[in-house]
């Protein structure tokens, strides 16, 4: 049986920091976000590997509906 009481690793905010690839500014990821834009020169700034969002089956409990990558819905 699972552990309904588990906690969710997801739930807690990391950030993540990345240096922008076009002007190498640093940019910050949340938690659930797969893309941001730099807010410097608004190049889009991917995360490494895909977050606890793109592959867990509570996902949706956590975030909400899930979007599909690069939809603007």
């Known amino acids: 049986m699972a552990n309904v009481n588990k906690k969710c690793p997801g739930s807690e905010i990391e950030i993540t920091e990345k240096n922008c690839p076009k002007c190498g500014s640093i940019v910050e990821l949340f938690t659930g976000e797969y893309r941001v834009k730099c807010p ?4 889009f700034v991917y995360r490494d590997k895909a977050s606890c969002a793109e592959w867990c089956p509570m996902a ?3 975030f909400g509906p899930k979007k599909k990558v690069g939809s603007s819905q």
Not at 40 to 43: E, P
Request: aromatic share 0%; glycine share 0%; proline share 0%.
């Open 60 to 62: 949706d409990e956590c």
């Open 40 to 43: 410097k020169c608004t190049c």
